[in-house]
Nanobody, 123 residues
């Protein structure tokens, strides 16, 4: 089973940038659709971005579109989330997971969760 390890979180000021990494172990990343989720304290888990396994089709939630970029490097067995123009509401623990995808539905059946990495946006 695929296992993930997220890294790259930290404290950043509004308008700043971070790049999160999600390293896979156990199986090659290339076979899976990968999604980034986030969960802020007291909030529901939210799907942020997805990238498909074969053709690198991407999806972004409206709240991050234009600011975040998801990418993958199959040779390094890693997926990335470049986060620019960070806002206070981006503060959350960020997780990656495998997901299923059908038509306009993303973030289906998330599995193989990592431990998460904390992103704190504060002035």
């Amino acid at each position: 089973q695929v296992q993930f390890e997220e890294s790259g979180g930290g404290l950043v000021q509004p308008g700043g940038s971070l790049r999160l990494s999600c390293a896979a172990s156990g199986f090659t990343l290339a076979y899976y659709n990968i999604a980034w989720f986030r969960q802020a304290p007291g909030k529901e888990r939210e799907g942020v971005s997805c990238i498909s396994s074969s053709d690198d089709i991407t999806y972004y939630s409206e709240s991050v579109k234009g600011r975040f970029t998801i990418s993958r490097d199959n040779a390094k067995n890693t997926v990335y989330l470049q986060m620019n123009s960070l806002k206070l509401e981006d503060t959350a623990v960020y997780y990656c997971a495998t997901v299923d995808h059908y038509s306009d539905y993303w973030f289906l059946n998330p599995a193989a969760w990592g431990q998460g990495t904390l992103v704190t946006v504060s002035s």
